[in-house]
């Protein structure tokens, strides 16, 4: 059974509706947050300061100001302002090289020192317990750095 030319076009012209359908589904979902995460800072407890490794940033009245290595200054600072985590019950496998964060929230005097995978989304908090960010929050929390000329 020979299909004509017209019928062939319907069936491409459907297929390729359902798969940009189906393509913008997947686009949105992936976009949101899942339900199951909470804000990593509020605004009861909201971030004044971070240091990521050698980088830092920090809240001022004028605004966020970073290292002078650090490009994209404002959008690392609101990264982390709206980052999102989830509780894990089991410590994960790790792989790559740890960053040490330093982070200092409004209204407590001392630091906290977290730990974090930037590759798997993984934070390790001064209490021991783990939390992952998700895919679609890591790699803003990435700061883009200026490069290095070195002088000899």
Known sequence: M???RKKWNTIIILASILMIS???VIERNSQQTPMQ???LFDKSAPLSQLQYGELW???RQSGWQC???VLNCLDWANAWEQVHISALTDKPETSGEPIELVIQ???LIDAQ???MFSEQGLLKSPSGNWYQIPPSLRENLK???RGQVNER
Do not use: G, N
């Open 2 to 4: 020979a299909l004509s």
């Open 113 to 115: 020192l977290w730990i």
């Open 37 to 39: 995460t909470q804000p």
């Open 143 to 145: 700061p883009i750095v």
């Open 57 to 59: 940033l920090q809240k």
């Open 105 to 107: 929230v409004d209204d």
């Open 67 to 69: 290292s002078s290595r």
């Open 22 to 24: 189906v393509l913008t």
